[in-house]
């Protein structure tokens, strides 16, 4: 064959072969499918779908259930989850991906807390698997329920913009004592939400626990709204640590009911290089505080006491909107205690009804307007 027939028959060859390609159907890409979890053997193969659906089951002691999801991946949870017990230190649940849209469905995650609960938390005794639930994703989770959480419950670290609506977490169990607290509540530490994230709403979810509701350590751009939380410690921006940087906060339209506090921010006494700037409550009400109503303080472990000023906390706003806070008539409705020189900007704190209580110390601080002091 001579040299242009070889070349004319490897053309149409080609031409063929890429005739036959075309023509024929298209494979369906590994992704492009369901992937159940009825057990935790199913789980690697579970998660190489852009659809993962949760059935019912039980997540060995001593183990994380982990969803290291594709992006753009729909998780629909559609049956009871429990945990092992065993002392451990947790989690006991972790999901990561992006753009994920996470389907509750209210079903129960149950995290077996009265096998841990000491009265003690993550501060002695037996050790408590925390955070119970570890949500590292961008996008929506919607209708998680979650019962008895061990120790601290949901941890926040989302990587990109992420909206939570409609969650509860149920510790009411751990409200009486048991014969590991020594007459104290057995649940301890059993914060609702801990934030370390940024561009983050949380919003028509429940916490009923003991300890805060909401805890923002780092982040900016939070809004908390339209919550419910019953016991506890409220609706907290800290502790705050060294290093640390809060701005942006919003929390608005929540209801406080029987906590220690309503409204606090607490800022470690030795922290330094750190702030907390342009926070918002607005149409908030609390009902029946025990110890504070509203409390700004940088003497952090304690409530008041001698105030670092390592830490810089400006604009802090009660208005627009009005937050009414009531507090047991040994409590004090509003204490603030800042360090020199410390506590800067704007605070206007018109929109603040109190009733109830006492007005507490007001330690260097000469900023707020619209508030008596």
């Known amino acids: 064959m001579?040299?242009?027939?070889r070349e004319m028959f490897h053309f149409l060859t080609l031409v063929i072969l890429s005739?036959?390609?075309?023509?024929?159907?298209?494979a369906r890409s590994s992704s492009d499918c369901v992937g159940t979890i009825s057990s935790f053997s199913d789980v690697s193969t579970a998660v190489q779908c852009m659809t993962v659906d949760i059935n019912a089951f039980t997540v060995p002691a001593g183990e994380t259930f982990i969803l290291d999801l594709l992006d753009g991946t729909t998780v629909n949870v559609l049956g009871e989850i429990q945990f092992g017990?065993?002392?451990?230190?947790?989690?006991?649940?972790?999901?990561?991906?992006?753009?994920?849209?996470?389907?509750g469905?209210?079903?129960?995650?149950?995290?077996?807390?009265?096998?841990?609960?000491?009265?003690?938390g993550t501060n002695g005794g037996v050790t408590k698997p925390h955070p119970m639930m570890q949500i590292q994703i961008s996008g929506t989770m919607s209708d998680v329920y979650v019962v008895n959480a061990p120790a601290q419950c949901f941890s926040m670290n989302n990587p990109g913009p992420l909206l939570v609506t409609g969650i509860t977490v149920d510790d009411s169990q751990g409200n009486y004592p048991n014969g590991n607290s020594m007459g104290l509540p057995a649940g301890h530490n059993t914060d609702g939400f801990d934030v370390s994230a940024d561009n983050l709403v949380i919003q028509q979810s429940t916490v009923i626990n003991q300890d805060d509701c909401l805890a923002i350590n780092r982040g900016s751009n939070i809004t908390f709204q339209d919550n419910y939380c019953n016991g506890g410690h409220g609706i907290s921006i800290g502790s705050i640590t060294s290093n640390v940087v809060v701005n942006g906060v919003v929390v608005q339209g929540n209801a406080v009911v029987n906590?220690?506090?309503?409204?606090?921010?607490?800022?470690?006494?030795?922290?330094?290089?750190?702030?907390?700037?342009?926070?918002?409550?607005s149409d908030n009400t609390a009902t029946n505080c025990t110890e504070y109503g509203v409390l700004i303080t940088q003497s952090y472990p304690a409530s008041l006491?001698?105030?670092?000023?390592?830490?810089?906390?400006?604009?802090?706003?009660f208005n627009p909107g009005t937050t009414t806070v009531n507090a047991a008539s040994d409590a004090y409705v509003v204490a603030v205690d800042c360090g020199e020189g410390s506590c800067t900007?704007?605070?206007?704190?018109?929109?603040?009804e109190t009733s109830g209580g006492l007005v507490g110390p007001m330690n260097n601080i000469t900023v707020i307007a619209g508030y008596p002091q």
């Open 105 to 120: 469905n209210g079903k129960i995650w149950d995290g077996g807390g009265p096998f841990y609960w000491d009265g003690l």
């Open 345 to 352: 900007g704007t605070w206007d704190w018109l929109g603040l």
């Open 19 to 26: 005739t036959l390609v075309k023509a024929a159907p298209q």
């Open 85 to 103: 017990n065993v002392s451990w230190a947790g989690p006991l649940f972790s999901v990561t991906g992006n753009d994920i849209t996470f389907n």
């Open 259 to 281: 906590s220690q506090q309503a409204f606090r921010i607490k800022t470690d006494e030795v922290a330094t290089n750190s702030t907390v700037s342009d926070v918002t409550y």
């Open 305 to 317: 006491g001698t105030p670092g000023n390592g830490v810089i906390i400006s604009n802090v706003n």
């Open 2 to 5: 001579s040299t242009s027939a």
